[in-house]
C-alpha cells in the first residue's frame, strides 16, 4: 500500500527553520511528482510546492524565496526546507503523491496525515 509519513514539525520562533521530511513507500517514488499542501487553523487547504519526477519545482507566490523543496530517490524522501519562518506559517503540513497517468494529471491521490508547523514567540 501507499504511505506517505511526514515528520520535522514542531514549535519555533518567528524567523526560525524547519525542514520536513516525507518518507515515502509502496509505490515507484522516483516516477511520480509529488506536492506539498498546508492548512492553518481554521482555514482551507493551500498549495505550497510541487517538484515533479525530472526535478523542476514551483511555489506558491507566499513562500517563495523562504522555502526549498527537493527530492532524495534513493531515499525515497520529500524534503521541504522552511525559512525564516512567520506565525502566518503556522499550519499542518501534507505532503502528497500526484497521480499521473499516460502524462495527465488527476490531482492528489494519496496524502500524508501531516506534520504541525506552529510559529510563534
Known amino acids: 500500500e501507499v504511505q506517505l509519513v511526514e515528520s520535522g514539525g514542531g514549535l519555533v520562533q518567528p524567523g526560525g527553520s524547519l525542514r520536513l521530511s516525507c518518507a515515502a513507500s509502496?509505490?515507484?517514488?522516483?516516477?511520480?511528482?509529488m506536492t506539498w499542501v498546508r492548512q492553518a487553523p481554521g482555514k482551507g487547504l493551500e498549495w505550497v510546492s510541487t517538484i515533479t519526477n525530472g526535478g523542476t519545482i514551483s511555489y506558491n507566490e507566499s513562500v517563495k524565496g523562504r522555502f526549498t523543496t527537493s527530492r532524495d530517490n534513493a531515499r525515497n524522501t520529500l524534503y521541504l526546507q522552511m525559512n525564516s519562518l512567520e506565525p502566518q506559517d503556522t499550519a499542518v503540513y501534507y505532503c502528497a503523491k500526484e497521480l499521473q497517468i499516460d502524462g495527465f494529471y488527476f490531482g492528489m491521490d494519496h496524502w500524508g496525515k501531516g506534520t504541525l508547523v506552529t510559529v510563534s514567540s
Open positions: 509502496g509505490f515507484t517514488f522516483s516516477s511520480y511528482v
